[in-house]
């Protein structure tokens, strides 16, 4: 076992301690799972997309807890003191830094978060501590693997007022793959799964160019040292920033990504064990042409897997019958796609 594996230090396995948790809070009503409609989209050019309606989201209570707070009272914060009944485990238990816990309004079943044990800003860049426990989990739960069927994680963050990040206190995200997958949409795989396609000739950076927002990925080989794993983040925190606010400019890899200790752009993270991905953000929300005024669509990292979320029907109806209005619902939300081509100066095509 190497020392990535041994970082959890868990008393059983993550996939057994998050299930029977979940399973736990389900029965005794400590966590508000909402099902979910599922249906398949194509973008214009081909890209697989699940759609999910939730009408429970429209009722979901606000992020400030169950209580209305007086005027002037801190905002609460539910990863600052996490009931045993959401807690699976701290993390690594001989010097805890992160929690790992159950979302509390789950959409998809074994929805869990790690969040600092320290209440560490969500719109700071994130620590080599923060990707070496969250690459932990995600080796962790292909490893655990049992049958035929593949076993896998998608992470997420969101960082930045135009993310879709709901809690100031930093964490991420995790999603079980085959409880993401549904028979109503098949066909569809994760996004950032796609992103194959080079995108500098030099640097290690790919994308799918079917995708109509600038967004990168990068390879995650299987013995990467911690800092290595860190350097992949910074690179691709670097190549957004580089490729949004310097068009039609050559990468800049020293380009200043952070000030007064907080990130120079909203982006979206996604990791699995074989690859990580950003997109860097403009707008959190979108409207649906034609689906009334109250229709605003917020995205998060999940787009980088290839599923949004709709609360209202007629949202619902209206993207099933024109899923050509996908691709401007992504574009408006992020920047142009971008690929650097190869020339004697590296400038962009």
Same mark, same amino acid.
């Given at each position: 076992?190497?020392?990535r ?12 301690? *998050?299930?029977?948790k ?15 409609? *599922?249906?398949?989209?194509?973008? #214009?050019?081909?890209?697989?997309? #699940?759609?999910r309606?939730?009408p ?21 914060d ?15 238990a ?12 789950? *959409? ?13 800003? #969500?719109t700071a ?19 655990? #693997? ?6 896998r ?8 007022? !135009? ?5 100031? !206190?930093? !964490? ?16 569809w ?5 796609r992103?194959?396609?080079?995108? !500098? ?95 605003? *669509? ?16 007629v949202?619902?109806?209206?993207l ?10 992504l ?5 142009p ?13």
């Amino acid at each position: 076992m190497s020392e990535r594996d041994m970082l959890l230090d868990l008393a059983e396995p993550l996939q057994k301690l *998050v299930t029977e948790k979940f399973r736990t809070a389900y029965r005794d009503k400590s966590i508000l799972f909402s099902e979910t409609t *599922v249906a398949s989209l194509r973008s #214009q050019c081909g890209a697989p997309f #699940q759609l999910r309606y939730c009408p429970a989201l429209a009722r979901k209570p606000n992020a400030d807890g169950p209580e209305k707070k007086e005027p002037g009272a801190p905002k609460f914060d539910p990863f600052a003191d996490p009931p045993e009944e959401l807690l699976v485990a701290s993390i690594p238990a001989n010097r805890t830094s992160h929690n790992l816990v159950l979302n509390k309004f789950p *959409v998809i079943q074994n929805h869990f978060i790690i969040a600092t044990k320290a209440n560490k800003p #969500q719109t700071a860049i994130l620590e080599e501590d923060d990707i070496r426990i969250t690459h932990a989990c995600l080796r962790a739960w292909r490893n655990e #693997q049992h049958g035929p069927t593949e076993s896998r994680l998608f992470s997420f963050f969101n960082s930045g007022e !135009h993310s879709g990040a709901s809690q100031p !206190h930093r !964490h991420l995200q995790f999603l079980p793959v085959e409880d993401m997958s549904s028979l109503a949409a098949p066909g569809w795989e994760l996004l950032l799964d796609r992103m194959t396609v080079r995108a !500098h000739p030099d640097v290690p950076l790919f994308r799918d160019p079917t995708l109509p927002f600038l967004h990168f990925s990068t390879p995650l080989e299987d013995d990467l040292s911690s800092t290595n794993l860190y350097s992949k983040y910074l690179l691709l925190l670097k190549s957004a920033l580089s490729a949004a606010r310097f068009p039609d400019q050559p990468l800049d890899q020293n380009v200043e990504v952070e000030k007064d200790g907080q990130t120079v752009l909203s982006y979206n993270l996604a990791m699995t064990t074989e690859r990580m991905a950003i997109c860097p953000r403009s707008r959190e929300a979108v409207a649906i042409p034609g689906a009334g005024s109250e229709s605003s *669509v917020a995205l998060n990292g999940t787009i980088l897997a290839g599923t949004l979320m709709v609360k209202y029907e007629v949202e619902w109806d209206t993207l099933r019958r024109n899923p050509s209005l996908l691709d401007g619902m992504l574009a408006s939300t992020g920047f142009p796609p971008a690929s650097w081509e190869r020339s004697n100066n590296g400038t962009r095509s």
